[in-house]
């Protein structure tokens, strides 16, 4: 299982793990955060949760060619974040406090291949909404497979942060 990251300021942690897995299953969106030169290169992707062998994974996918794939291909470790809920308190007088609930991890990312890569994909479809039989969403999805990338990020240090 991963690690607990020790948060700067401990009021607005939450170090319970399954307060942590919760937070993970409500999200649907992440956003990574890549190593590049001379800058990180940002960006968002939509996930699924899973779990082998105790250990918490992400899937995620994209374009075989392009940007993120080259990164992941150069290299696997990265950070991540996933925003739960974000809220902006305005007073009268123009000062203001960010409200939030937000998830940030460090994770390897890992390249599927063929079953396992349409397994992941499958998934993925799910957690976002397809419906139908799980066979018969493979069979649409299989063609799109040669074309898709699939990772699996295991998240190895996690810490959920909530400021009302």
């Not at 957690?127 to 066979?135: I, Y």
């Amino acid at each position: 299982m991963f690690e607990i990251i020790a948060l700067r300021r401990t009021g607005r942690a939450v170090s319970s793990v399954p307060a942590i897995l919760k937070a993970f299953a409500l999200g649907r969106t992440c956003t990574l955060a890549l190593k590049d030169e001379p800058f990180p290169y940002a960006v968002t992707v939509s996930y699924v949760p899973c779990f082998c062998e105790n250990e918490l994974f992400l899937i995620i996918h994209g374009s075989r060619e392009g940007r993120k794939a080259t990164l992941l291909g150069r290299e696997p470790c990265l950070a991540l974040t996933v925003t739960l809920q974000d809220r902006v308190n305005m007073t009268g007088d123009c000062r203001s406090s960010n409200c939030y609930q937000s998830l940030c991890a460090e994770a390897l990312a890992e390249e599927l291949h063929g079953l396992a890569a349409l397994e992941g994909l499958t998934e993925l479809m799910y957690h976002h909404g397809a419906v139908g039989e799980r066979s018969e969403l493979q069979k649409r999805l299989a063609p799109l497979a040669d074309r898709t990338a699939v990772w699996r990020l295991k998240i190895l240090r996690a810490a959920l942060k909530r400021h009302a």
